[in-house]
Protein backbone atom coordinates (compact mmCIF):
# COMPACT_ATOMS: atom_id res chain seq x y z
CA UNK A 1 0.00 0.00 0.00
CA UNK A 2 2.83 2.47 1.02
CA UNK A 3 4.82 1.41 -1.96
CA UNK A 4 1.67 2.49 -4.17
CA UNK A 5 1.50 5.89 -2.89
CA UNK A 6 5.09 6.18 -2.91
CA UNK A 7 5.25 5.34 -6.81
CA UNK A 8 1.78 7.70 -7.83
CA UNK A 9 3.61 9.92 -5.52
CA UNK A 10 6.30 9.93 -7.50
CA UNK A 11 4.67 10.09 -11.21
CA UNK A 12 2.27 13.20 -9.96
CA UNK A 13 5.39 14.98 -8.72
CA UNK A 14 6.94 13.86 -12.16
CA UNK A 15 4.39 15.26 -14.08
CA UNK A 16 3.94 18.26 -12.49
CA UNK A 17 8.16 18.86 -12.68
CA UNK A 18 7.59 18.53 -16.62
CA UNK A 19 4.13 20.91 -17.05
CA UNK A 20 6.45 23.21 -14.78
CA UNK A 21 9.47 22.79 -17.14
CA UNK A 22 7.28 23.78 -20.43
CA UNK A 23 5.49 27.09 -18.52
CA UNK A 24 9.39 27.76 -17.89
CA UNK A 25 10.09 28.60 -21.30
CA UNK A 26 11.15 32.33 -21.69
CA UNK A 27 10.29 34.42 -24.38
CA UNK A 28 13.83 34.43 -25.65
CA UNK A 29 13.95 30.90 -25.92
CA UNK A 30 10.93 30.23 -27.40
CA UNK A 31 11.52 32.47 -29.78
CA UNK A 32 14.84 30.84 -30.71
CA UNK A 33 13.57 27.79 -30.82
CA UNK A 34 11.32 29.59 -33.94
CA UNK A 35 14.33 31.26 -35.45
CA UNK A 36 15.92 27.62 -35.33
CA UNK A 37 12.65 26.60 -37.84
CA UNK A 38 11.97 29.69 -39.76
CA UNK A 39 15.44 31.65 -40.04
CA UNK A 40 16.83 29.95 -43.39
CA UNK A 41 20.82 29.86 -43.90
CA UNK A 42 20.26 28.28 -47.35
CA UNK A 43 17.46 27.23 -49.37
CA UNK A 44 15.48 26.89 -52.63
CA UNK A 45 11.77 27.23 -53.25
CA UNK A 46 9.36 27.58 -56.05
CA UNK A 47 6.04 29.13 -55.12
CA UNK A 48 3.22 31.21 -56.26
CA UNK A 49 2.57 34.12 -54.79
CA UNK A 50 -1.68 35.24 -54.85
CA UNK A 51 -2.50 38.46 -54.98
CA UNK A 52 -6.71 38.89 -54.23
CA UNK A 53 -8.09 42.71 -54.25
CA UNK A 54 -10.40 44.12 -56.54
CA UNK A 55 -9.31 41.52 -58.64
CA UNK A 56 -6.45 38.70 -58.48
CA UNK A 57 -3.43 37.76 -60.07
CA UNK A 58 -1.10 35.06 -59.61
CA UNK A 59 2.22 34.97 -59.84
CA UNK A 60 5.13 32.41 -59.98
CA UNK A 61 8.50 32.37 -59.25
CA UNK A 62 11.44 30.40 -57.77
CA UNK A 63 14.27 31.52 -55.65
CA UNK A 64 17.55 31.20 -53.88
CA UNK A 65 18.05 32.04 -50.91
CA UNK A 66 21.86 31.97 -48.98
CA UNK A 67 23.13 33.80 -45.94
CA UNK A 68 22.04 38.20 -46.39
CA UNK A 69 21.64 37.15 -50.30
CA UNK A 70 18.30 35.85 -52.18
CA UNK A 71 17.80 35.62 -55.74
CA UNK A 72 14.12 35.59 -57.22
CA UNK A 73 12.93 34.83 -60.59
CA UNK A 74 9.42 35.38 -61.81
CA UNK A 75 8.07 32.40 -64.24
CA UNK A 76 4.49 33.58 -64.32
CA UNK A 77 2.23 35.61 -65.36
CA UNK A 78 3.17 36.45 -68.59
CA UNK A 79 4.25 40.46 -67.77
CA UNK A 80 6.33 39.44 -65.33
CA UNK A 81 7.75 36.36 -66.83
CA UNK A 82 11.70 36.90 -66.38
CA UNK A 83 11.66 39.88 -64.64
CA UNK A 84 14.24 39.06 -61.29
CA UNK A 85 15.18 40.30 -58.25
CA UNK A 86 18.51 40.33 -56.26
CA UNK A 87 18.88 41.33 -53.06
CA UNK A 88 22.46 41.38 -51.44
CA UNK A 89 23.14 42.30 -47.96
CA UNK A 90 21.18 45.34 -47.82
CA UNK A 91 20.72 46.15 -51.38
CA UNK A 92 18.28 45.24 -53.73
CA UNK A 93 18.34 45.13 -57.64
CA UNK A 94 15.64 44.50 -60.10
CA UNK A 95 16.01 43.14 -63.92
CA UNK A 96 14.08 44.20 -66.58
CA UNK A 97 14.09 41.98 -69.41
CA UNK A 98 12.73 43.85 -71.84
CA UNK A 99 15.04 46.33 -71.73
CA UNK A 100 17.82 43.66 -70.43
CA UNK A 101 18.90 45.83 -67.48
CA UNK A 102 19.46 46.38 -63.87
CA UNK A 103 18.68 48.98 -61.82
CA UNK A 104 18.92 49.47 -58.24
CA UNK A 105 15.81 50.09 -56.07
CA UNK A 106 15.53 52.93 -54.51
CA UNK A 107 15.16 53.83 -50.66
CA UNK A 108 12.20 55.69 -51.06
CA UNK A 109 11.03 52.74 -53.22
CA UNK A 110 11.44 49.59 -50.69
CA UNK A 111 7.94 50.15 -49.10
CA UNK A 112 6.03 49.41 -52.25
CA UNK A 113 4.74 45.43 -52.74
CA UNK A 114 6.79 43.21 -54.73
CA UNK A 115 4.81 43.13 -58.01
CA UNK A 116 1.61 44.32 -56.40
CA UNK A 117 1.76 41.97 -53.69
CA UNK A 118 0.99 42.80 -49.98
CA UNK A 119 4.83 41.55 -49.34
CA UNK A 120 6.85 44.86 -49.42
CA UNK A 121 10.90 44.88 -50.73
CA UNK A 122 11.24 45.73 -47.52
CA UNK A 123 9.57 42.52 -46.28
CA UNK A 124 11.80 40.56 -48.42
CA UNK A 125 14.92 42.30 -46.98
CA UNK A 126 14.65 41.14 -43.66
CA UNK A 127 17.55 38.40 -43.59
CA UNK A 128 18.09 38.99 -39.86
CA UNK A 129 17.45 36.05 -36.77
CA UNK A 130 14.08 37.92 -34.79
CA UNK A 131 16.18 37.36 -31.34
CA UNK A 132 18.67 39.86 -33.14
CA UNK A 133 16.13 42.21 -33.97
CA UNK A 134 13.06 42.43 -31.36
CA UNK A 135 13.10 42.21 -27.64
CA UNK A 136 10.37 39.70 -26.84
CA UNK A 137 7.95 39.57 -24.24
CA UNK A 138 4.96 36.07 -23.66
CA UNK A 139 1.74 38.08 -23.19
CA UNK A 140 -0.40 34.91 -22.59
CA UNK A 141 -0.14 31.03 -23.52
CA UNK A 142 -4.09 30.18 -24.71
CA UNK A 143 -5.53 27.91 -28.24
CA UNK A 144 -6.01 29.27 -31.89
CA UNK A 145 -7.90 26.92 -34.05
CA UNK A 146 -7.24 24.07 -32.21
CA UNK A 147 -3.00 24.54 -31.39
CA UNK A 148 -1.48 25.70 -28.46
CA UNK A 149 0.19 28.93 -28.89
CA UNK A 150 2.27 31.60 -27.30
CA UNK A 151 1.65 34.83 -27.20
CA UNK A 152 4.55 36.88 -28.15
CA UNK A 153 4.76 40.98 -28.36
CA UNK A 154 8.25 41.76 -30.12
CA UNK A 155 9.05 45.55 -30.02
CA UNK A 156 12.43 46.96 -32.25
CA UNK A 157 15.61 46.68 -30.54
CA UNK A 158 17.30 50.39 -30.25
CA UNK A 159 19.42 50.63 -33.26
CA UNK A 160 18.12 48.03 -35.25
CA UNK A 161 16.23 48.68 -38.94
CA UNK A 162 13.24 46.65 -39.61
CA UNK A 163 10.02 46.63 -41.63
CA UNK A 164 7.79 46.89 -38.25
CA UNK A 165 8.38 48.72 -35.56
CA UNK A 166 6.21 46.18 -33.37
CA UNK A 167 5.10 42.21 -33.48
CA UNK A 168 2.57 40.22 -32.26
CA UNK A 169 3.07 36.47 -32.68
CA UNK A 170 1.25 33.44 -32.10
CA UNK A 171 3.69 30.84 -31.74
CA UNK A 172 2.64 27.08 -32.24
CA UNK A 173 4.22 25.72 -28.16
CA UNK A 174 5.19 22.20 -29.87
CA UNK A 175 6.16 22.75 -33.35
CA UNK A 176 7.46 26.75 -32.29
CA UNK A 177 6.32 28.33 -35.56
CA UNK A 178 4.54 31.49 -35.95
CA UNK A 179 0.97 30.70 -36.65
CA UNK A 180 -0.36 34.08 -36.63
CA UNK A 181 1.38 37.33 -36.55
CA UNK A 182 0.09 41.34 -36.10
CA UNK A 183 2.48 43.76 -37.76
CA UNK A 184 2.55 47.18 -36.40
CA UNK A 185 3.76 51.12 -37.21
CA UNK A 186 5.75 53.39 -34.60
CA UNK A 187 2.64 54.71 -33.80
CA UNK A 188 0.64 51.80 -33.03
CA UNK A 189 -1.48 51.61 -36.70
CA UNK A 190 -1.74 47.53 -36.97
CA UNK A 191 -0.45 47.87 -40.84
CA UNK A 192 -0.43 43.78 -41.86
CA UNK A 193 -2.03 40.86 -40.68
CA UNK A 194 0.22 37.56 -41.72
CA UNK A 195 -1.22 33.85 -41.06
CA UNK A 196 0.20 30.47 -41.97
CA UNK A 197 -2.87 28.33 -43.27
CA UNK A 198 -0.51 24.98 -43.70
CA UNK A 199 2.73 24.07 -42.03
CA UNK A 200 4.75 21.18 -43.74
CA UNK A 201 7.57 19.22 -41.49
CA UNK A 202 10.05 18.94 -43.50
CA UNK A 203 13.07 17.72 -41.01
CA UNK A 204 12.26 16.06 -38.08
CA UNK A 205 10.65 18.45 -35.29
CA UNK A 206 11.43 21.10 -38.25
CA UNK A 207 7.82 22.69 -39.01
CA UNK A 208 7.82 25.44 -41.71
CA UNK A 209 4.80 27.20 -43.38
CA UNK A 210 3.96 26.56 -46.59
CA UNK A 211 0.91 28.30 -47.26
CA UNK A 212 0.73 32.19 -45.71
CA UNK A 213 -2.20 35.14 -45.89
CA UNK A 214 -0.95 38.68 -45.78
CA UNK A 215 -3.46 40.76 -45.49
CA UNK A 216 -3.38 44.71 -45.62
CA UNK A 217 -5.19 46.11 -43.17
CA UNK A 218 -4.36 49.99 -44.23
CA UNK A 219 -5.95 48.41 -47.93
CA UNK A 220 -9.59 47.23 -48.14
CA UNK A 221 -9.63 43.72 -49.29
CA UNK A 222 -6.37 43.30 -49.77
CA UNK A 223 -4.43 40.44 -49.17
CA UNK A 224 -1.87 37.72 -50.75
CA UNK A 225 -1.61 34.43 -50.83
CA UNK A 226 2.18 32.69 -50.80
CA UNK A 227 2.04 29.05 -51.15
CA UNK A 228 5.34 27.60 -51.47
CA UNK A 229 5.28 24.01 -54.27
CA UNK A 230 8.84 22.69 -53.12
CA UNK A 231 11.39 23.85 -50.89
CA UNK A 232 14.65 22.05 -50.05
CA UNK A 233 16.57 23.52 -47.05
CA UNK A 234 20.28 23.57 -46.89
CA UNK A 235 21.29 23.01 -51.03
CA UNK A 236 24.60 23.66 -52.16
CA UNK A 237 24.05 27.25 -54.40
CA UNK A 238 27.02 28.48 -56.78
CA UNK A 239 28.28 31.49 -55.17
CA UNK A 240 27.68 33.55 -58.51
CA UNK A 241 24.14 32.64 -58.28
CA UNK A 242 23.85 36.20 -56.00
CA UNK A 243 26.66 37.99 -58.50
CA UNK A 244 25.26 41.19 -60.19
CA UNK A 245 26.85 40.40 -63.23
CA UNK A 246 24.86 37.08 -63.55
CA UNK A 247 21.51 39.34 -63.02
CA UNK A 248 21.82 40.55 -66.47
CA UNK B 1 18.95 52.52 -88.70
CA UNK B 2 16.19 51.19 -90.96
CA UNK B 3 12.80 49.51 -91.14
CA UNK B 4 13.92 45.50 -91.35
CA UNK B 5 11.37 43.57 -92.96
CA UNK B 6 11.43 39.35 -93.56
CA UNK B 7 13.52 40.11 -96.50
CA UNK B 8 14.88 37.07 -98.16
CA UNK B 9 18.14 36.36 -96.08
CA UNK B 10 16.33 37.43 -92.87
CA UNK B 11 14.58 34.74 -93.29
CA UNK B 12 17.18 32.37 -94.15
CA UNK B 13 18.84 32.93 -91.08
CA UNK B 14 15.69 32.81 -88.99
CA UNK B 15 14.66 29.44 -89.99
CA UNK B 16 18.42 28.25 -90.01
CA UNK B 17 18.89 29.64 -86.30
CA UNK B 18 15.66 27.49 -85.49
CA UNK B 19 17.08 24.75 -87.40
CA UNK B 20 20.23 24.31 -85.49
CA UNK B 21 18.85 24.96 -82.10
CA UNK B 22 16.28 21.90 -82.86
CA UNK B 23 19.38 19.65 -83.88
CA UNK B 24 21.05 20.82 -80.66
CA UNK B 25 18.19 20.45 -78.16
CA UNK B 26 15.66 18.27 -80.46
CA UNK B 27 13.67 16.61 -76.70
CA UNK B 28 13.58 20.34 -75.80
CA UNK B 29 9.74 22.83 -75.64
CA UNK B 30 9.80 25.50 -77.44
CA UNK B 31 7.11 28.01 -75.55
CA UNK B 32 5.63 30.52 -77.08
CA UNK B 33 4.76 33.83 -74.97
CA UNK B 34 3.92 37.42 -75.91
CA UNK B 35 1.23 40.07 -76.16
CA UNK B 36 -1.64 41.38 -78.64
CA UNK B 37 -2.44 45.05 -78.45
CA UNK B 38 -5.14 47.48 -79.62
CA UNK B 39 -4.59 51.17 -80.17
CA UNK B 40 -6.81 54.02 -80.89
CA UNK B 41 -6.23 57.32 -81.20
CA UNK B 42 -7.95 60.47 -81.94
CA UNK B 43 -6.35 63.60 -82.39
CA UNK B 44 -6.76 67.10 -83.54
CA UNK B 45 -8.14 70.46 -83.72
CA UNK B 46 -11.16 71.02 -85.34
CA UNK B 47 -10.15 68.09 -88.36
CA UNK B 48 -10.10 65.67 -86.16
CA UNK B 49 -8.20 62.07 -87.31
CA UNK B 50 -8.27 58.60 -85.84
CA UNK B 51 -6.02 55.82 -86.20
CA UNK B 52 -6.35 52.64 -84.95
CA UNK B 53 -3.68 50.36 -84.75
CA UNK B 54 -3.19 46.59 -83.49
CA UNK B 55 -0.35 44.31 -83.49
CA UNK B 56 1.29 41.51 -81.09
CA UNK B 57 4.36 40.25 -80.45
CA UNK B 58 5.54 36.89 -80.32
CA UNK B 59 8.53 35.57 -77.88
CA UNK B 60 9.56 32.01 -78.76
CA UNK B 61 11.41 30.91 -75.57
CA UNK B 62 14.23 28.70 -77.19
CA UNK B 63 16.31 26.20 -75.40
CA UNK B 64 19.00 27.87 -73.98
CA UNK B 65 22.24 26.30 -72.34
CA UNK B 66 24.24 27.88 -69.19
CA UNK B 67 26.65 29.68 -71.46
CA UNK B 68 24.30 29.82 -74.80
CA UNK B 69 21.13 32.14 -75.18
CA UNK B 70 19.48 32.67 -78.01
CA UNK B 71 16.57 35.16 -78.06
CA UNK B 72 13.81 35.50 -80.90
CA UNK B 73 10.82 37.66 -80.75
CA UNK B 74 8.48 38.69 -83.69
CA UNK B 75 6.84 41.39 -83.98
CA UNK B 76 3.71 42.23 -86.09
CA UNK B 77 1.84 45.45 -87.56
CA UNK B 78 -2.23 43.91 -88.17
CA UNK B 79 -2.62 47.50 -89.79
CA UNK B 80 -0.43 47.35 -92.57
CA UNK B 81 0.50 43.55 -92.58
CA UNK B 82 4.15 43.76 -91.88
CA UNK B 83 5.73 41.61 -89.67
CA UNK B 84 9.66 41.68 -88.60
CA UNK B 85 11.89 40.70 -86.16
CA UNK B 86 11.89 42.63 -82.86
CA UNK B 87 15.06 40.56 -81.41
CA UNK B 88 16.86 37.76 -83.06
CA UNK B 89 20.59 37.32 -81.41
CA UNK B 90 22.63 34.52 -79.73
CA UNK B 91 24.29 35.68 -77.03
CA UNK B 92 27.68 34.02 -75.32
CA UNK B 93 28.09 34.17 -71.45
CA UNK B 94 31.56 33.27 -70.48
CA UNK B 95 33.26 33.75 -67.15
CA UNK B 96 33.80 37.56 -67.18
CA UNK B 97 32.33 38.56 -70.60
CA UNK B 98 29.51 38.40 -72.63
CA UNK B 99 29.07 38.43 -76.12
CA UNK B 100 25.89 39.10 -78.18
CA UNK B 101 25.75 38.76 -81.51
CA UNK B 102 22.43 39.87 -83.70
CA UNK B 103 19.14 41.76 -83.13
CA UNK B 104 19.25 43.14 -79.89
CA UNK B 105 18.27 45.74 -77.23
CA UNK B 106 21.05 48.22 -76.09
CA UNK B 107 19.55 49.94 -72.88
CA UNK B 108 21.86 52.37 -71.33
CA UNK B 109 19.39 54.28 -68.80
CA UNK B 110 20.24 54.94 -65.70
CA UNK B 111 17.21 56.36 -64.18
CA UNK B 112 16.07 59.35 -66.37
CA UNK B 113 13.12 59.20 -68.64
CA UNK B 114 15.71 60.68 -71.54
CA UNK B 115 19.18 59.48 -71.25
CA UNK B 116 21.10 61.81 -73.42
CA UNK B 117 24.04 59.62 -73.72
CA UNK B 118 22.32 56.65 -74.52
CA UNK B 119 23.20 54.51 -77.27
CA UNK B 120 19.97 55.80 -79.54
CA UNK B 121 17.17 57.70 -78.52
CA UNK B 122 14.68 55.71 -75.54
CA UNK B 123 11.93 57.12 -73.36
CA UNK B 124 12.04 55.71 -70.08
CA UNK B 125 8.70 55.72 -67.96
CA UNK B 126 7.19 58.79 -69.13
CA UNK B 127 3.87 58.11 -68.44
CA UNK B 128 4.27 54.64 -67.65
CA UNK B 129 5.51 54.15 -71.16
CA UNK B 130 8.87 52.95 -72.06
CA UNK B 131 10.42 52.34 -75.69
CA UNK B 132 14.04 50.30 -76.01
CA UNK B 133 16.24 50.76 -78.66
CA UNK B 134 16.89 47.44 -80.88
CA UNK B 135 19.98 46.95 -83.30
CA UNK B 136 21.76 44.51 -85.55
CA UNK B 137 24.99 44.77 -84.07
CA UNK B 138 27.27 43.42 -81.37
CA UNK B 139 27.77 43.83 -77.92
CA UNK B 140 30.93 42.74 -76.13
CA UNK B 141 30.98 43.55 -72.12
CA UNK B 142 33.84 42.71 -70.28
CA UNK B 143 32.59 42.18 -66.40
CA UNK B 144 34.76 44.05 -63.87
CA UNK B 145 32.97 42.49 -61.02
CA UNK B 146 31.00 43.62 -58.47
CA UNK B 147 28.11 44.67 -61.28
CA UNK B 148 30.78 46.74 -62.87
CA UNK B 149 31.23 46.54 -66.64
CA UNK B 150 33.13 47.50 -69.83
CA UNK B 151 30.79 47.56 -72.45
CA UNK B 152 31.35 47.99 -76.76
CA UNK B 153 28.57 47.82 -79.00
CA UNK B 154 28.87 48.11 -82.63
CA UNK B 155 26.05 48.02 -84.97
CA UNK B 156 25.85 47.66 -88.44
CA UNK B 157 22.54 48.68 -90.66
CA UNK B 158 20.92 47.27 -93.35
CA UNK B 159 22.48 49.27 -95.99
CA UNK B 160 26.25 49.19 -94.43
CA UNK B 161 27.37 47.08 -97.38
CA UNK B 162 25.60 47.40 -101.21
CA UNK B 163 26.68 46.14 -104.57
CA UNK B 164 27.57 49.64 -105.74
CA UNK B 165 29.70 50.93 -102.93
CA UNK B 166 30.68 48.18 -101.13
CA UNK B 167 31.34 48.32 -97.17
CA UNK B 168 31.02 51.87 -96.00
CA UNK B 169 31.88 51.63 -92.40
CA UNK B 170 30.74 55.65 -91.97
CA UNK B 171 27.11 53.97 -91.69
CA UNK B 172 28.11 51.78 -89.06
CA UNK B 173 27.52 52.88 -85.34
CA UNK B 174 29.65 52.49 -82.32
CA UNK B 175 29.60 53.21 -78.25
CA UNK B 176 31.13 52.60 -75.41
CA UNK B 177 29.76 52.53 -71.81
CA UNK B 178 32.07 52.24 -68.23
CA UNK B 179 29.58 51.14 -65.47
CA UNK B 180 30.75 51.60 -61.92
CA UNK B 181 27.57 51.17 -59.46
CA UNK B 182 29.06 51.76 -56.43
CA UNK B 183 26.58 51.66 -52.51
CA UNK B 184 23.50 53.78 -53.21
CA UNK B 185 25.35 55.01 -56.31
CA UNK B 186 25.19 54.65 -59.97
CA UNK B 187 28.08 56.11 -62.44
CA UNK B 188 28.48 55.96 -66.21
CA UNK B 189 30.68 57.07 -68.92
CA UNK B 190 29.37 57.06 -72.23
CA UNK B 191 30.77 57.75 -76.00
CA UNK B 192 28.31 56.76 -78.86
CA UNK B 193 29.08 57.19 -82.68
CA UNK B 194 26.17 57.17 -85.03
CA UNK B 195 25.13 57.90 -88.90
CA UNK B 196 22.32 60.12 -89.28
CA UNK B 197 21.14 59.89 -92.91
CA UNK B 198 19.74 63.30 -94.97
CA UNK B 199 17.91 62.23 -98.27
CA UNK B 200 19.27 65.03 -100.49
CA UNK B 201 16.31 65.76 -101.99
CA UNK B 202 16.09 69.22 -104.50
CA UNK B 203 12.98 70.75 -106.35
CA UNK B 204 11.72 67.51 -105.63
CA UNK B 205 14.19 64.96 -107.01
CA UNK B 206 16.13 62.77 -104.78
CA UNK B 207 20.01 63.60 -105.12
CA UNK B 208 21.18 60.66 -102.71
CA UNK B 209 21.85 60.72 -98.85
CA UNK B 210 24.30 62.60 -96.48
CA UNK B 211 25.82 60.20 -93.78
CA UNK B 212 26.37 62.87 -90.84
CA UNK B 213 28.07 61.91 -87.91
CA UNK B 214 26.26 62.45 -84.68
CA UNK B 215 29.27 61.72 -81.57
CA UNK B 216 28.14 62.24 -78.07
CA UNK B 217 30.29 61.58 -74.96
CA UNK B 218 29.25 62.12 -71.14
CA UNK B 219 28.82 61.06 -67.50
CA UNK B 220 25.65 59.92 -66.19
CA UNK B 221 25.17 59.51 -62.16
CA UNK B 222 22.22 58.59 -60.03
CA UNK B 223 22.47 59.16 -56.07
CA UNK B 224 19.94 57.74 -53.88
CA UNK B 225 18.83 59.23 -50.53
CA UNK B 226 16.48 56.91 -49.24
CA UNK B 227 13.45 59.55 -49.42
CA UNK B 228 14.64 60.44 -52.85
CA UNK B 229 16.78 60.01 -55.52
CA UNK B 230 18.75 62.82 -57.66
CA UNK B 231 20.35 61.86 -60.86
CA UNK B 232 22.50 64.07 -63.44
CA UNK B 233 24.17 63.95 -67.00
CA UNK B 234 26.76 66.25 -68.83
CA UNK B 235 28.86 65.89 -71.66
CA UNK B 236 29.42 66.69 -75.10
CA UNK B 237 27.53 66.73 -78.84
CA UNK B 238 29.19 66.96 -81.50
CA UNK B 239 27.14 66.71 -84.83
CA UNK B 240 29.96 66.83 -87.71
CA UNK B 241 28.21 66.97 -91.40
CA UNK B 242 28.76 65.73 -94.97
CA UNK B 243 28.59 68.90 -96.31
CA UNK B 244 28.95 72.12 -93.71
CA UNK B 245 30.93 73.16 -90.92
CA UNK B 246 30.21 70.74 -87.72
CA UNK B 247 28.43 71.72 -84.88
CA UNK B 248 28.83 71.35 -81.55
CA UNK B 249 26.82 71.76 -78.26
CA UNK B 250 27.12 70.78 -74.09
CA UNK B 251 24.27 69.20 -73.01
CA UNK B 252 23.62 69.46 -68.92
CA UNK B 253 20.90 67.61 -67.61
CA UNK B 254 19.75 67.17 -63.98
CA UNK B 255 16.60 65.43 -62.05
CA UNK B 256 15.13 63.24 -59.11
CA UNK B 257 12.26 60.74 -57.97
CA UNK B 258 10.98 59.85 -54.85
CA UNK B 259 7.83 58.36 -53.66
CA UNK B 260 5.39 58.78 -50.55
CA UNK B 261 2.13 57.74 -49.16
CA UNK B 262 -1.51 59.58 -49.06
CA UNK B 263 -4.69 58.56 -47.78
CA UNK B 264 -6.20 58.83 -44.05
CA UNK B 265 -3.79 55.28 -43.78
CA UNK B 266 -0.65 56.04 -46.27
CA UNK B 267 -2.19 53.65 -48.36
CA UNK B 268 -2.06 55.12 -51.87
CA UNK B 269 1.44 55.40 -53.08
CA UNK B 270 2.38 58.48 -55.12
CA UNK B 271 5.85 58.54 -57.32
CA UNK B 272 7.57 61.81 -58.43
CA UNK B 273 9.69 62.58 -61.09
CA UNK B 274 11.06 65.67 -62.69
CA UNK B 275 13.76 66.04 -64.53
CA UNK B 276 15.58 69.47 -66.92
CA UNK B 277 17.78 68.81 -69.99
CA UNK B 278 19.88 71.50 -71.33
CA UNK B 279 21.27 72.55 -74.45
CA UNK B 280 23.92 75.34 -73.24
CA UNK B 281 24.93 76.83 -76.70
CA UNK B 282 21.83 76.28 -78.32
CA UNK B 283 23.43 74.77 -81.01
CA UNK B 284 21.42 71.53 -80.82
CA UNK B 285 18.26 70.23 -79.79
CA UNK B 286 15.88 66.93 -78.76
CA UNK B 287 15.13 66.34 -82.13
CA UNK B 288 18.44 65.27 -83.31
CA UNK B 289 18.68 63.37 -80.73
CA UNK B 290 15.34 61.77 -81.39
CA UNK B 291 16.42 61.88 -85.30
CA UNK B 292 18.37 58.55 -84.12
CA UNK B 293 15.31 56.86 -83.92
CA UNK B 294 15.09 53.45 -81.27
CA UNK B 295 16.41 51.31 -83.88
CA UNK B 296 15.05 48.80 -85.94
CA UNK B 297 11.73 48.56 -83.58
CA UNK B 298 9.72 50.92 -85.76
CA UNK B 299 7.67 48.97 -87.85
CA UNK B 300 5.08 51.52 -88.07
CA UNK B 301 4.54 55.18 -88.27
CA UNK B 302 1.90 57.04 -87.34
CA UNK B 303 0.85 60.17 -89.83
CA UNK B 304 -0.99 62.56 -87.94
CA UNK B 305 -1.16 66.43 -86.77
CA UNK B 306 1.17 65.52 -83.99
CA UNK B 307 4.75 65.94 -85.34
CA UNK B 308 3.67 69.77 -86.47
CA UNK B 309 1.86 69.83 -82.75
CA UNK B 310 5.27 69.19 -81.01
CA UNK B 311 8.03 70.54 -83.11
CA UNK B 312 8.43 73.42 -81.19
CA UNK B 313 8.81 71.15 -78.01
CA UNK B 314 11.61 69.32 -79.99
CA UNK B 315 13.53 71.96 -81.27
CA UNK B 316 13.58 73.97 -78.02
CA UNK B 317 16.89 74.26 -76.25
CA UNK B 318 15.75 72.87 -73.09
CA UNK B 319 12.87 70.36 -71.99
CA UNK B 320 11.27 70.04 -68.45
CA UNK B 321 9.89 66.66 -67.85
CA UNK B 322 7.43 65.80 -65.13
CA UNK B 323 5.99 62.38 -64.31
CA UNK B 324 3.02 62.19 -61.96
CA UNK B 325 1.85 58.53 -60.87
CA UNK B 326 -0.69 57.84 -58.01
CA UNK B 327 -1.46 54.24 -57.30
CA UNK B 328 -5.43 53.97 -56.23
CA UNK B 329 -4.43 50.61 -55.72
CA UNK B 330 -2.19 47.73 -57.07
CA UNK B 331 -4.21 47.07 -59.85
CA UNK B 332 -5.08 50.48 -61.10
CA UNK B 333 -2.87 54.11 -61.22
CA UNK B 334 -3.67 57.51 -62.42
CA UNK B 335 -0.88 59.78 -63.52
CA UNK B 336 0.41 62.60 -65.39
CA UNK B 337 3.48 63.21 -67.82
CA UNK B 338 4.27 67.14 -68.65
CA UNK B 339 7.04 67.94 -71.71
CA UNK B 340 7.76 71.77 -71.42
CA UNK B 341 10.25 73.78 -73.06
CA UNK B 342 10.89 77.68 -71.78
CA UNK B 343 11.60 79.42 -74.74
CA UNK B 344 8.28 79.70 -76.38
CA UNK B 345 6.31 77.80 -73.41
CA UNK B 346 5.44 75.06 -75.80
CA UNK B 347 4.33 72.10 -73.78
CA UNK B 348 2.08 68.44 -73.98
CA UNK B 349 0.36 67.14 -70.98
CA UNK B 350 -0.59 64.00 -70.86
CA UNK B 351 -3.11 62.65 -68.19
CA UNK B 352 -3.62 58.62 -68.17
CA UNK B 353 -5.51 55.82 -66.52
CA UNK B 354 -4.37 52.39 -66.30
CA UNK B 355 -5.85 49.22 -64.65
CA UNK B 356 -4.77 45.89 -64.76
CA UNK B 357 -8.09 44.15 -65.66
CA UNK B 358 -6.80 40.79 -64.55
CA UNK B 359 -6.26 37.52 -66.74
CA UNK B 360 -3.38 39.28 -68.11
CA UNK B 361 -5.41 41.86 -69.52
CA UNK B 362 -4.76 45.51 -68.87
CA UNK B 363 -6.36 48.79 -70.24
CA UNK B 364 -4.69 52.59 -70.67
CA UNK B 365 -6.74 55.51 -71.56
CA UNK B 366 -4.92 58.30 -72.01
CA UNK B 367 -5.51 61.88 -73.04
CA UNK B 368 -2.86 64.77 -74.85
CA UNK B 369 -2.70 68.44 -74.76
CA UNK B 370 -0.42 69.73 -77.03
CA UNK B 371 0.30 73.52 -76.89
CA UNK B 372 2.38 75.05 -79.32
CA UNK B 373 3.59 78.12 -77.28
CA UNK B 374 1.75 80.31 -79.18
CA UNK B 375 -2.60 80.14 -78.95
CA UNK B 376 -2.88 76.64 -80.18
CA UNK B 377 -3.82 73.65 -78.29
CA UNK B 378 -3.91 70.32 -79.91
CA UNK B 379 -6.44 67.71 -77.78
CA UNK B 380 -6.50 63.92 -78.31
CA UNK B 381 -7.05 60.64 -76.64
CA UNK B 382 -6.84 57.10 -76.93
CA UNK B 383 -7.49 53.75 -75.82
CA UNK B 384 -5.09 50.85 -75.22
CA UNK B 385 -5.50 47.55 -74.64
CA UNK B 386 -2.98 44.70 -73.77
CA UNK B 387 -3.50 41.24 -73.59
CA UNK B 388 -0.51 39.02 -72.38
CA UNK B 389 0.07 35.62 -73.11
New interface residues.
Partial sequence: MIKKLVVMLGLIVFMVGSVAQADDLTADEIIERVDDNQFVESAYLEARMI?E?????ENAMYVFIQDNNSFMEFTA???E?GTKYLKRGD?LRMYFP????A??I????L???LA??DFSYQDMMESEKLTELYDYEIVEKTELEGRPVYILQGLLKEGKEAAYYDRKMWIDAERFTWLKEELYARNG?LLKVSEAKELQEFEEGRWYPVETVME????KE?RTIFIIDHLDFGVDIPEDTFS??AL? | MNINYFKKTNLKVFFLLIFVLFFIKTAAAVEIGGNIEMDYTLQGNGDISSIWQGGAELEFYLPESSDLIPRCVLKIDAGEGKTALKYLYLRRKGENYRLTLGRQPISWAYGSVINPFNYGFAVEGLGGETTTLAVDGLNYTYLLGQGRRLEFAVDYPQNVFDSARGFTAEKMGTGFRLRLPAAGLDFNLQAVSCPVEEPLIYNNENFGILTHRFNRAGLTFKKDFDDFALYGAGGYYLFTLDNADNIDDIILQLGFDSSFYLGEFHQNKVFIQGEYMRFVNNELNLGNLMALGSGVDSISTAETGTAEAVLPLITARDLLILNLDYQRDMFSSIGLALMAETEQGAAALMPYLREDLGGGLEFRLQGSFLYDGKEEITPGAGINLKYYF
Avoid at chain 1, 53 to 57: E, F, T
Avoid at chain 1, 106 to 109: D, F, L, M, Y
Avoid at chain 1, 216 to 219: A, P, R, S, T
Fill in positions: IGRRSRPPQREEAEEVISGHAQEGGSRDKLLSIDE
